[in-house]
């Protein structure tokens, strides 16, 4: 069964400064890896996905992520972090060698950007 | 593009009492899931809908739990009868359907959610 590990509950980082969220994950198959964040009273919303190809993978608003196999882990970066990005962020896997296994969702980390 | 869309987007009751929630998929995206989605924690996928079809409700307590999607369009929701530990944001969320001999994995798009406190 594959599983998906954030192993902080919040990051803080000040305006400017690049920031980094953490996620291992585990997988029998080929790991599909995503990352959504959610504002408050909203919806998940799409950032990114790794699927194949580049280990490195630009999504939106700026942020990217890293696919590292050996280390099992797909960190979200954002080389410098702004207010706006205060939310919560889940990293999310599926494993791409079966047909039709769920998503399944880390606990999420609540990142908070000070000015 | 219209999102997902959900209703209602919170709603209190009691324990014991039932609850439906209805969510409205983007159009011609054939993929329908539910997730629900307790305080401090991910949100856990608890049925999946290809058209009308049940694909995946393994995660789905049964005995309480039920959602249907008769036309392959909207769904329903429903917990009968609700326990306290059902409170919760209940998500909705949809994608184009998996297909090819690649199996091409689309992204899924996701509602505002329905946030269910039970007393």
């Known amino acids: 069964a594959q599983s998906v590990a954030q192993p902080e509950d919040q990051v803080n980082v000040a305006e400017g400064n690049p920031l980094t969220v953490k996620c291992t994950y585990s997988v029998s198959g080929n790991p599909y890896l995503f990352w959504y964040v959610q504002y408050p009273n909203r919806g998940l919303q799409f950032l990114l996905k790794y699927i194949t190809g580049d280990n490195l993978v630009k999504g939106s608003y700026g942020f990217e992520a890293e696919f590292n196999k050996s280390q099992t882990s797909f960190h979200l970066k954002k080389p410098s972090a702004l207010v706006s990005d205060s939310a919560l962020y889940f990293c999310a896997v599926r494993d791409g060698g079966s047909g039709n296994t769920p998503l399944v969702f880390g606990k999420g980390t609540r990142l908070s950007v000070i000015a | 593009e219209a999102g997902v869309a959900q209703s209602p987007r919170y709603k209190i009751i009691e324990k014991r009492q039932s609850v439906a929630f209805w969510c409205n998929p983007i159009?011609?995206?054939?993929?329908l899931y539910w997730y629900q989605q307790i305080l401090g924690q991910g949100p856990k996928l608890l049925i999946q809908?290809?058209?009308?079809?049940?694909?995946?409700d393994s995660q789905l307590p049964k005995d309480r739990f039920s959602a249907e999607r008769l036309k392959g369009v909207d769904s329903t929701l429903k917990i009968q009868p609700a326990k306290l530990e059902d409170s919760a944001v209940y998500l909705c969320a949809s994608s184009l359907r998996s297909q090819g001999p690649l199996r091409i994995y689309n992204e899924q798009f996701f509602g505002p959610g329905t946030r269910l406190t039970v007393l």
């Open positions: 809908f290809q058209n009308n079809g049940v694909v995946d």
């Open positions: 159009s011609g995206h054939a993929t």
